[in-house]
C-alpha cells in the first residue's frame, strides 16, 4: 500500500510511523520514513479490522480541536477471503468522513451546503479525511470487539458496484454516521437485501445525499444542487442532491425504513440535549426486545439519541403507532421504538425518532435511526437490543420461523379479504378486523348488522380473488351446519346464505373456484364448487387431522398435530404432505395466509407470521 509523505510546506518530510488497529486498539506496525514515498506491505495475518497510519516527525505535534488530523491515514483491511471468518460485513463510512474534512474552509470540503465556496469535488487521496471528532462509529467497532463477535470490514467506497463483495455474508452493518451513498452503493445493497441478505443499520441521517465518483473512483462529487450538477439534464437519476429530492425521487427510507426528512437534529448547544433522550418500546412482543424485560411504554437508550435521528411518518389514530408509507418506508415496516423530539426545533431540526424492522425481497432490514446508538451500549436493553439484532440476522443463532405481529386475544378464527385481516372472537359471534400489517395493531368489532343477529361461527375463509359467480366475500361455517357470506367490510353487514356443508365442519379453504372443508369426526377433506350453493360436497380422502386450513399461491396448507401440512387443490384423494422445506409450528388454533406469508393464531394469544412461502 503505497502513500506519499510530504511536509505541509511541501518540503521532505521524515520520521516514523505507526500502524494501529484502531478497533483492537493495538499497535501493529512501526516503521521510519524518509519522504516522499513510503509503502506498507500489509501481512496476511492481520484481520479485517480498520487501521489508522500515523506519521511523525520530531517537531511537537499541535492538534487543531475539531478537526482530523491530516498527519493520519485510515484504512480498511478487507478479508482476503470474504465471508471466510464471519457472515458479518461492517462498513465504514469514509464517503462520509471525507465530506466532512475541513468542514467551511473554501474549496476543502463539500460543506457547508450553501456556501458559495464550498468544493463540490473533493480527491479522494487528499490529507487527512480520517473520522470527524466525534467518531461516532468507534463505540459500537469497540463493543464488536469486546464482545468477541467475529466480523469483517469494508470501506464504504468498497460498497460501490459491491455485489460480489456482498454475496458472502449475510449480515451487512451500516454504523454511526453514514449520509453520502452513490448510486452504485445503493443498487449493491438493496439488491443484496432482495436476494435474502440482511441489514442492520445502527445509524441516523443514512444515505441522505446521492453523491458520484469520477476519474476512475479518485474524486468524490457531491453538488447538492441540480441546476449546478452538469449530468441532471443527461441522467437526472444520478445528480447528486438529496435522494429524496427532483430529480433523482428515490427517496431513502424505501431503503432505510426511516428518513431524516421526518427525523431530527440538535447542534451547537443542542448537542448537550444528547444525554437525556430516551426510546420509548412500542412493541415488546417483537423479537428485537427478546430478553430485555422491557413491556410496551417502557423507556430505554438513554444517551442513544442524537445528534441526528431519522424517522417515518406515523398514523397514531388507533393508539399504536404505524408507518403511513406515504413518504416511502415500505408498508411492512413495523415500528418498535419511538422518541417524540420535536422540541429539537430550538436547537436545530424539531422531528421524531422511529426504530423499526422491515422486510424486503427476502431479506430483513433493522434500523436504530440514530448516529448514537453506539454510546448507549452500556445499557442492559441497548446491549440486547444489539446482540438480538447481530445473532438472528446474522444466522449466528438459528432463526424461527415465525414471528410476532401483535396481539390475538382468545381468536378462535382467521381470513383476510379486500386487504383487512378478518377474525372471529371467542364468543363465536363478533367479527373483529385490523389491517394485515407487521405492526401490533389493536382488533376492532365490526358492528352486527340491525336487521339480523350474528350466528354463532366456526370458521372463516375468504377467496384470494373473485371467481365468478362468487365475489370476494368472508365464508363462515355456523354451529348448525350452514355455510354463509358476509361483504368483507369492518361496517355491519348482514351473513346470507351460501349453502350448507357436511356435517361438523370445522376448517375451511378457497382455492381454485373450490370449497373445501374438513370433518375432524372421521378426518375427511371434503370438496364442492364455490359458486354452486345446491352442489353436493365430494369426499377427497383424509385430511391429515387438520384443525385449520389456508392457501398460499395455489396450495392448500393444513394446521395439524403434525405440523404444517399441504396438496394441491386437486379434486382426487391426495394426501396431505409436510411442507417442503418443512415449516416448524407452534402450538395455534387458526391459520390464514396474505401477500405470501402465513398468519396464524398461537394458543397463548398472539398473532405471529412466517416471512415467506414455504
Same mark, same amino acid.
Given at each position: 500500500?503505497?502513500?506519499?509523505?510530504?511536509?505541509?510546506?511541501?518540503?521532505?518530510?521524515?520520521?516514523?510511523?505507526? &500502524?494501529?488497529?484502531?478497533?483492537?486498539?493495538?499497535?501493529?506496525?512501526?516503521?521510519? #520514513?524518509?519522504?516522499?514515498?513510503?509503502?506498507?506491505?500489509?501481512?496476511?495475518?492481520?484481520?479485517?479490522?480498520?487501521?489508522?497510519?500515523?506519521?511523525?516527525?520530531?517537531?511537537?505535534?499541535?492538534?487543531?480541536?475539531?478537526?482530523?488530523?491530516?498527519?493520519?491515514?485510515?484504512?480498511?483491511?478487507?478479508?482476503?477471503?470474504?465471508?471466510?471468518?464471519?457472515?458479518?460485513?461492517?462498513?465504514?463510512?469514509?464517503?462520509?468522513?471525507?465530506?466532512?474534512?475541513?468542514?467551511?474552509?473554501?474549496?476543502?470540503?463539500?460543506?457547508?451546503?450553501?456556501?458559495?465556496?464550498?468544493?463540490?469535488?473533493?480527491?479522494?487521496?487528499?490529507?487527512?479525511?480520517?473520522?470527524?471528532?466525534?467518531?461516532?462509529?468507534?463505540?459500537?467497532?469497540?463493543?464488536?470487539?469486546?464482545?468477541?463477535?467475529?466480523?469483517?470490514?469494508?470501506?464504504?467506497?468498497?460498497?460501490?458496484?459491491?455485489?460480489?463483495?456482498?454475496?458472502?455474508?449475510?449480515?451487512?452493518?451500516?454504523?454511526?454516521?453514514?449520509?453520502?451513498?452513490?448510486?452504485?452503493?445503493?443498487?449493491?445493497?438493496?439488491?443484496?437485501?432482495?436476494?435474502?441478505?440482511?441489514?442492520?443499520?445502527?445509524?441516523?441521517?443514512?444515505? *441522505?445525499?446521492?453523491?458520484?465518483?469520477?476519474?476512475?473512483?479518485? +474524486?468524490?462529487?457531491?453538488?447538492?444542487?441540480?441546476?449546478?450538477?452538469?449530468?441532471?439534464?443527461?441522467?437526472?437519476?444520478?445528480?447528486?442532491?438529496?435522494?429524496?429530492?427532483?430529480? &433523482?425521487?428515490?427517496?431513502?427510507?424505501?431503503?432505510?425504513?426511516?428518513?431524516?426528512?421526518?427525523?431530527?437534529?440538535?447542534?451547537?448547544?443542542?448537542?448537550?440535549?444528547?444525554?437525556?433522550?430516551?426510546? @420509548?418500546?412500542? #412493541?415488546?412482543?417483537?423479537?428485537?426486545?427478546?430478553?430485555?424485560?422491557?413491556?410496551?411504554?417502557?423507556?430505554?437508550?438513554?444517551?442513544?439519541?442524537?445528534?441526528?435521528?431519522?424517522?417515518?411518518?406515523?398514523?397514531?389514530?388507533?393508539?399504536?403507532?404505524?408507518?403511513?408509507?406515504?413518504?416511502?418506508? %415500505?408498508?411492512?415496516?413495523?415500528?418498535?421504538?419511538?422518541?417524540?423530539?420535536?422540541?429539537?426545533?430550538?436547537?436545530?431540526?424539531?422531528?421524531?425518532?422511529?426504530?423499526?424492522?422491515?422486510?424486503?425481497?427476502?431479506?430483513?432490514?433493522?434500523?436504530?435511526?440514530?448516529?448514537?446508538?453506539?454510546?448507549?451500549?452500556?445499557?442492559?436493553?441497548?446491549?440486547?437490543?444489539?446482540?438480538?439484532?447481530?445473532?438472528?440476522?446474522?444466522?449466528?443463532?438459528?432463526?424461527?420461523?415465525?414471528?410476532?405481529?401483535?396481539?390475538?386475544?382468545?381468536?378462535?378464527?382467521?381470513?383476510?379479504?379486500?386487504?383487512?385481516?378478518?377474525?372471529?372472537?371467542?364468543?363465536?359471534?363478533?367479527?373483529?378486523?385490523?389491517?394485515?400489517?407487521?405492526?401490533?395493531?389493536? *382488533?376492532?368489532?365490526?358492528?352486527?348488522?340491525?336487521?339480523?343477529?350474528? %350466528?354463532?361461527?366456526?370458521?372463516?375463509?375468504? $377467496?384470494?380473488?373473485?371467481?365468478?359467480?362468487?365475489?370476494?366475500?368472508?365464508?363462515?361455517? @355456523?354451529?348448525?351446519?350452514?355455510? &354463509?357470506?358476509?361483504?368483507?367490510?369492518?361496517?355491519?353487514?348482514? *351473513?346470507?346464505?351460501?349453502?350448507?356443508?357436511?356435517?361438523?365442519?370445522?376448517?375451511?379453504?378457497?382455492?381454485?373456484?373450490?370449497?373445501?372443508?374438513?370433518?375432524?369426526?372421521?378426518?375427511?377433506?371434503?370438496?364442492?364448487?364455490?359458486?354452486? #350453493?345446491?352442489? $353436493?360436497?365430494?369426499?377427497?380422502?383424509?385430511?391429515?387431522?387438520?384443525?385449520?386450513?389456508?392457501?398460499?399461491?395455489?396450495?392448500?396448507?393444513?394446521?395439524?398435530?403434525?405440523?404444517?401440512? +399441504?396438496?394441491?387443490?386437486?379434486? @382426487?384423494? +391426495? $394426501?396431505?404432505?409436510?411442507?417442503? $422445506?418443512?415449516?416448524?409450528?407452534?402450538?395455534?388454533?387458526?391459520? @390464514?395466509?396474505?401477500?405470501?406469508?402465513?398468519?396464524?393464531?398461537?394458543?397463548?394469544?398472539?398473532?405471529?407470521?412466517?416471512?415467506?412461502?414455504?
Amino acid at each position: 500500500m503505497p502513500f506519499h509523505v510530504a511536509a505541509g510546506d511541501g518540503a521532505r518530510f521524515a520520521g516514523r510511523v505507526v &500502524v494501529t488497529d484502531a478497533v483492537a486498539e493495538r499497535v501493529v506496525a512501526e516503521a521510519a #520514513f524518509a519522504g516522499p514515498g513510503w509503502t506498507l506491505d500489509v501481512p496476511g495475518t492481520w484481520p479485517s479490522s480498520l487501521y489508522v497510519a500515523s506519521f511523525h516527525d520530531a517537531r511537537p505535534e499541535v492538534p487543531a480541536p475539531g478537526r482530523d488530523a491530516e498527519h493520519e491515514v485510515w484504512f480498511v483491511v478487507r478479508a482476503a477471503r470474504p465471508g471466510g471468518s464471519s457472515t458479518v460485513l461492517v462498513s465504514v463510512p469514509f464517503p462520509t468522513w471525507r465530506a466532512y474534512h475541513r468542514a467551511g474552509e473554501p474549496g476543502r470540503s463539500i460543506y457547508y451546503a450553501e456556501q458559495p465556496t464550498r468544493a463540490a469535488r473533493v480527491p479522494l487521496a487528499a490529507p487527512g479525511g480520517g473520522p470527524p471528532p466525534e467518531r461516532w462509529e468507534e463505540p459500537l467497532l469497540r463493543w464488536l470487539h469486546r464482545t468477541g463477535r467475529s466480523v469483517e470490514y469494508c470501506s464504504g467506497f468498497d460498497l460501490h458496484g459491491g455485489a460480489g463483495l456482498l454475496a458472502p455474508y449475510r449480515l451487512l452493518v451500516v454504523n454511526g454516521h453514514d449520509e453520502y451513498w452513490t448510486a452504485e452503493m445503493r443498487d449493491a445493497v438493496e439488491g443484496f437485501v432482495r436476494r435474502g441478505g440482511n441489514l442492520a443499520v445502527f445509524a441516523g441521517n443514512t444515505a *441522505w445525499w446521492q453523491i458520484r465518483l469520477e476519474d476512475g473512483g479518485r +474524486t468524490m462529487v457531491c453538488h447538492r444542487d441540480a441546476a449546478a450538477d452538469p449530468v441532471a439534464g443527461a441522467d437526472p437519476a444520478r445528480t447528486t442532491v438529496e435522494w429524496s429530492s427532483s430529480p &433523482v425521487d428515490r427517496p431513502e427510507n424505501s431503503m432505510t425504513g426511516v428518513s431524516f426528512r421526518q427525523g431530527a437534529g440538535a447542534w451547537g448547544a443542542g448537542m448537550g440535549l444528547i444525554g437525556r433522550e430516551e426510546y @420509548t418500546v412500542r #412493541f415488546a412482543d417483537h423479537w428485537v426486545f427478546e430478553g430485555t424485560g422491557l413491556r410496551d411504554g417502557d423507556a430505554f437508550a438513554r444517551g442513544a439519541l442524537g445528534y441526528e435521528t431519522d424517522a417515518a411518518e406515523l398514523d397514531w389514530s388507533t393508539g399504536v403507532p404505524r408507518a403511513t408509507g406515504r413518504d416511502g418506508t %415500505p408498508r411492512s415496516f413495523a415500528v418498535l421504538a419511538t422518541a417524540d423530539l420535536r422540541h429539537w426545533r430550538s436547537y436545530g431540526q424539531g422531528g421524531w425518532a422511529t426504530m423499526g424492522v422491515f422486510r424486503a425481497g427476502a431479506g430483513t432490514v433493522f434500523n436504530a435511526a440514530t448516529i448514537n446508538w453506539g454510546r448507549a451500549l452500556h445499557d442492559p436493553a441497548v446491549d440486547r437490543v444489539t446482540r438480538n439484532v447481530f445473532d438472528r440476522l446474522s444466522g449466528t443463532v438459528a432463526a424461527p420461523g415465525w414471528h410476532t405481529v401483535g396481539p390475538a386475544p382468545r381468536l378462535r378464527a382467521l381470513t383476510v379479504c379486500e386487504g383487512l385481516l378478518f377474525a372471529v372472537a371467542e364468543d363465536g359471534r363478533t367479527v373483529l378486523q385490523r389491517e394485515p400489517s407487521e405492526q401490533n395493531l389493536s *382488533w376492532t368489532p365490526c358492528p352486527p348488522d340491525d336487521g339480523d343477529p350474528s %350466528p354463532e361461527l366456526r370458521c372463516l375463509t375468504a $377467496p384470494r380473488e373473485a371467481s365468478h359467480p362468487m365475489p370476494l366475500a368472508l365464508l363462515a361455517v @355456523t354451529g348448525d351446519d350452514r355455510l &354463509v357470506h358476509r361483504a368483507p367490510v369492518p361496517g355491519p353487514a348482514p *351473513w346470507l346464505p351460501a349453502g350448507r356443508v357436511p356435517a361438523g365442519t370445522t376448517a375451511l379453504a378457497m382455492c381454485d373456484n373450490s370449497l373445501f372443508a374438513v370433518t375432524p369426526h372421521d378426518d375427511t377433506l371434503h370438496q364442492r364448487p364455490a359458486g354452486d #350453493f345446491n352442489a $353436493p360436497w365430494r369426499r377427497l380422502g383424509p385430511a391429515g387431522k387438520a384443525s385449520a386450513l389456508a392457501v398460499l399461491g395455489a396450495r392448500l396448507y393444513a394446521l395439524t398435530p403434525d405440523g404444517l401440512l +399441504t396438496r394441491p387443490p386437486v379434486l @382426487t384423494e +391426495t $394426501p396431505f404432505a409436510p411442507s417442503a $422445506p418443512a415449516v416448524a409450528f407452534p402450538p395455534a388454533r387458526a391459520l @390464514t395466509a396474505y401477500a405470501g406469508r402465513l398468519l396464524a393464531v398461537t394458543e397463548d394469544d398472539l398473532l405471529i407470521s412466517h416471512p415467506g412461502a414455504p
